[in-house]
């Protein structure tokens, strides 16, 4: 019964227009004050304890690097490295733009600013190259998605706030996943510029695709600072993240100098605004999480599916279920924060190992950024590209159909995500 009125609340006040964040906070104080007991102090001192962890901190981190290799003329020189390894193949710019999303990804830990650093430099050139405007838009709003799936993710760094995971595990999980991924998305990208005989680049030579990888090696080897930095045990992924803005100043200001010292603080500012709304989100998840717990909701749920035989596979299935019906009104970290403290509990004891469970939720946000209403990559597209919301996600089903069965692929297939951690002894 509390749990039916906790989420008809939550509901009421998501229908009203509310931000998530805010009907979150809401909804815990109106059920504390309304239907519990619960002392205030105890609320204060979980919502103190809740949000004073380490790992955290990782988040404005990540964010603050992303924001610098956005403006600091990464990008470009990824996109160059990328057309110059594939561009000779059908579609090249187009397999170009899933490669170059798949290296940013790599580097940055979000999907939207992938979208922002890739597309504005890419779209306006495959429009140029006589590639459709829809075709591009495609490509770059779902291959853009691999900025939460491949490492370091924000994402990943808020499930494992949310459940207490290793976010250096989740980290080597989403490495495998990631890389096929990208290649579903190059294939379809290849085949449905084969189909319509779209341009394609003349062929680089070697001395021209070394020159595009001397370049743009100052960026790329920031995926080895980061994963093999944590991998090497030199350092834990939080202090891999502020090491990753650090880098990413050094060269966007010092190496590449696209970024003079004058643009800094704005690129400061707007980071923390960032910063400043994800960790409102978590505070205020934290203490819907509090409230689950304390009304045994979670366990009471594993209890009634236990008893009712339904077993991994059925679960599984209803997880995918609830999170992409979950993604037409909500954006990830809202999602993540929701559902990661109701479901972990169920996952463990159904024998679902958590890291699993962690890459299955995170390839269930990839796929909701892409579609509407409230795909985020939806949305950033189309600033790019002045395409309607509507135009977008037709654009976009080819590529959304490959990820759902993906999705599939990952959901009944744990060893795809948890062979690696596994042969690296992070398990």
């Known amino acids: 019964m509390n749990a039916l009125i906790i989420f008809v609340i939550l509901a009421?006040?998501?229908?009203?227009?509310?931000?998530?964040?805010?009907?979150?906070?809401?909804?815990?104080?109106?059920?504390?004050?309304g239907f519990t007991d619960v002392p205030l102090e105890s609320v204060a001192l979980?919502?103190?304890?809740?949000?004073?962890?380490?790992?955290?901190?990782?988040?404005?981190?990540?964010?603050?690097?992303?924001?610098?290799?956005?403006?600091?003329?990464?990008?470009?020189?990824?996109?160059?490295?990328?057309?110059?390894?594939?561009?000779?193949?059908?579609?090249?710019?187009?397999?170009?733009?899933?490669?170059?999303?798949?290296?940013?990804?790599?580097?940055?830990?979000s999907s939207p600013a992938t979208v922002v650093a890739i597309g504005s430099i890419l779209l306006p050139a495959m429009v140029k190259a006589g590639f459709p405007k829809r075709f591009g838009a495609g490509v770059i709003t779902t291959s853009g998605a691999l900025g939460i799936l491949?490492?370091?993710?924000?994402?990943?760094?808020?499930?494992?706030?949310?459940?207490?995971?290793?976010v250096g595990a989740l980290f080597m999980a989403g490495v495998v996943p990631g890389l096929v991924l990208a290649m579903v998305l190059g294939l379809v990208t290849w085949w449905r510029a084969r189909k319509n005989n779209y341009p394609r680049l003349p062929k680089a030579s070697w001395a021209q695709r070394w020159d595009a990888f001397r370049?743009?090696?100052?960026?790329?080897?920031?995926?080895?600072v980061v994963m093999g930095g944590i991998y090497a045990g030199i350092f834990t992924p939080t202090e891999a993240a502020a090491m990753s803005a650090v880098y990413a100043f050094f060269v966007a200001v010092f190496i590449y100098k696209d970024m003079g010292l004058k643009d800094v603080p704005k690129v400061l500012l707007n980071s923390a605004n960032m910063s400043a709304m994800l960790l409102y989100i978590i505070t205020n998840a934290v203490l819907f999480s509090f409230i689950m717990t304390n009304e045994n909701i979670p366990q009471a749920m594993a209890d009634w599916m236990l008893g009712h035989g339904l077993g991994?596979?059925?679960?599984?299935?209803?997880?995918?279920?609830?999170?992409?019906?979950?993604?037409?009104?909500?954006?990830?970290?809202?999602?993540?924060?929701?559902?990661?403290p109701i479901l972990f509990p169920i996952a463990m004891q159904l024998g679902i190992d958590p890291i699993h469970l962690g890459i299955l939720m995170v390839v269930n946000m990839e796929v909701g950024m892409c579609h509407p209403p409230v795909g985020l990559n939806l949305y950033v597209a189309s600033g790019i590209t002045k395409m309607g919301i509507t135009e977008l996600t037709v654009a976009v089903w080819p590529w959304l159909l490959a990820m759902l069965g993906f999705l599939v692929l990952v959901t009944y297939w744990p060893g795809l995500s948890l062979w690696l951690p596994r042969t690296l002894g992070m398990m």
């Open 312 to 340: 991994p596979i059925t679960f599984l299935l209803a997880v995918n279920v609830i999170l992409l019906m979950a993604g037409n009104f909500m954006e990830p970290s809202s999602i993540m924060l929701i559902f990661a």
């Open 12 to 33: 009421t006040l998501m229908l009203t227009g509310m931000p998530v964040s805010i009907s979150l906070g809401l909804t815990v104080l109106t059920f504390l004050f």
């Open 215 to 224: 370049k743009s090696a100052w960026g790329l080897f920031l995926i080895i």
């Open 150 to 166: 491949i490492p370091p993710s924000i994402v990943m760094v808020m499930y494992a706030v949310a459940t207490n995971t290793s």
């Open 46 to 109: 979980k919502l103190f304890t809740g949000i004073e962890k380490f790992e955290i901190m990782a988040i404005p981190f990540f964010i603050l690097a992303g924001n610098f290799l956005t403006h600091g003329g990464v990008a470009r020189r990824m996109i160059n490295f990328a057309t110059a390894m594939v561009g000779h193949w059908y579609g090249g710019l187009g397999l170009g733009g899933v490669v170059a999303c798949a290296l940013f990804a790599a580097v940055s830990g």
